[in-house]
C-alpha cells in the first residue's frame, strides 16, 4: 500500500512566513432568534448529536474527571451556582501561570472572564432552597454594582433544578463580544459570572481538521481511553468533542483489526484513495525545496536519526510512510549555521540543525551553492516582510497593535486581525489555521517584487 506523507506547509509571518511548516496536520432566554436560522443546530449531525448541535458549558467551568455517558467522554461539567465558590467577575487582576499573556502578568493586569463560545448551552445549577435564580445583566457596571435595574431574568428560584437546570444558550448569530449572569440574592456575595466569547467554528472546525490527521487514529483512541494510551484529554469544549468526532471520521473505526497493533492509517495519508492522493498533490504544490529542514518519520523518532544535511520538502518520506513530517528551518539573518528546525517532537524541545557539521559534499553544507542561495533569498524575504508587508498593511487600523516587540520585530497578527485585515483589503480570503490563506495572499506581493523565489 502506497501512502500520502502529512506533510503541508502554513505560512507565518516574517521571515518566518517562508519558514514555517505543521503537521496537518432549557429556561434560558433568546431574543430574535428564528429557530429556522440557527446555525448551531446544523452540528447536530457532525458534532453534537446527543444535545441538540450545543455543547456544554457549566457556570463554574469543569470537573477533572470523565463522563463515561457523554457521545466523545468529555469531562463532566461543573454547572454549580453557588456563593461559596469563586468565579470569573471581570475583575483586573495579573495573571499568573505558563498560558498568560504576557501583557497580562504585569500591573495592571487584565479583566478576567470566562470564556465561552457560540452554540453553546451554559448551565447554572442551584438548589430551590437557595434563594438564588439567574439574571441577565445589561453591562459590567451593572454587574459590579449589582444593579438589578435594566436586568433580564432567566430562571427564578425553582429554575435550577432537573437534568438542564437553568440554561442560556448563546447564539451564534446574534453573539454578543461579553455577557453578565448574576442571582438577585447572591450578588452581593459574589455570585455573579462575567463572559467573554469566541466564534464556534473558528476553534471547531480547526480542531475538528486537526482530529483528521491525528496520530491517535494508530490505534483508535479518538475518545482518549486511559486502557490504551494512558493519556487523558486536557482539550476543552468544543475542542474535546469536534477533535474526537474528526479523529472518528479520519480513522478506520474504533474496532478495526489494525486498532490492536496501531497500524491504522488516516484516510487522509492513504494514497491508494482518492482523498490520498488529493492530499498529497497539494502537499507536494506546497513543497519549498529552496529551504533546509529534517524529516520526521514517525512523530516520535530519535533527534540522531534527522538528516539534516541531504533531505529537501520533496525528498521527506513520498509514499515512504504516512506519518512523516516535514519542518523547515528558521531563518536567521546573524552569521550562524546553527538555526531551529521544528521540534523534537510535535510539542516538544526545539530541534536545532547544525549545518556546519554537515559533510562538505551534502547538500546543505553552509559553504555549498545551495546553502548560500538559501541565505540570499531569505535574507530578500525577511526585507520583504519588514517593508512591503507593512506597507500594505500599514493604513489597517490596529496594524501597530500587531506588532511585537513595541513595532520593531514582525507583524504578528491573530487570526481575528488577519480575518479583518483581509476583508479591509479586499483579498476574499478567509483566516485559517496558522493564517495560512491570508499570509500567502500576502506574500505573493513579495514574490511578485522578485525578493522571494515561487517555491
Known sequence: MKFAPAVTLLWSSAAAAVASVVLLS???????????????????????????????QGAHSLYGEVDEESPYRSRKVDARWDSSLMYRT????????PYCDPACKEEPGCPTYMNVKSCARLRFCYADDSGDDVWKMPNLDALNDCNFSGAIKLCNKKGGQGDTCCEFRVEHEELQEHYYFASKAGCFSG???????????DIADWCYDDG???????????????????????????????????????GPGLEAACCDD?????????????????????RQRQCTDWIP????????????????????????????????AWEYCDYNDETTSRLQCG???KRGEP????????????????????????????????QCTQDIMPTILGTYPDYKECLQDGGESEPRLTKKQWKKACQFLKKGCAASPGNEKCERKFMKKCVKAGQCPKK
Open 351 to 382: 530541534f536545532y540543525c547544525d549545518f556546519d557539521a554537515c559533510p562538505t559534499t551534502s547538500m546543505w553544507h553552509p559553504d555549498g551553492k545551495r546553502y548560500k542561495k538559501y541565505q540570499k533569498w531569505m535574507a530578500l524575504c525577511d
Open 343 to 345: 521540534t523534537v517532537k
Open 26 to 56: 432549557s429556561a434560558g432566554v433568546v431574543v430574535g432568534v428564528d429557530a429556522a436560522e440557527k446555525k448551531c443546530e446544523t452540528n447536530v449531525d457532525k458534532y453534537f448529536p446527543s444535545t441538540g448541535g450545543y455543547y456544554i
Open 191 to 201: 455570585l455573579k459570572l462575567a463572559v467573554e466569547t469566541t466564534n464556534f467554528y
Open 293 to 324: 529542514g529534517k524529516c520526521d518519520m514517525m512523530g516520535n523518532e530519535d533527534p540522531k536519526t534527522f538528516d539534516c544535511c541531504d533531505t529537501t520538502c520533496s525528498s521527506c518520506s513520498i509514499k515512504k510512510n504516512p506519518f512523516a
Open 90 to 97: 471581570g475583575e483586573t487582576k495579573v495573571c499568573q501561570g
Open 262 to 282: 496501531q497500524t491504522c492509517v488516516n484516510t487522509l495519508f492513504d494514497i491508494e484513495t482518492k482523498t490520498g492522493k488529493k492530499y498529497e498533490k497539494k
Open 212 to 250: 483528521l490527521i491525528t496520530k491517535r487514529i494508530r490505534d483508535c483512541n479518538c475518545l482518549f481511553d486511559a486502557t490504551i494510551s494512558g493519556k487523558a484529554s486536557t482539550l476543552s469544549e468544543p475542542c474535546h468533542s469536534t477533535f474526537a468526532a474528526g479523529c472518528l471520521e479520519g
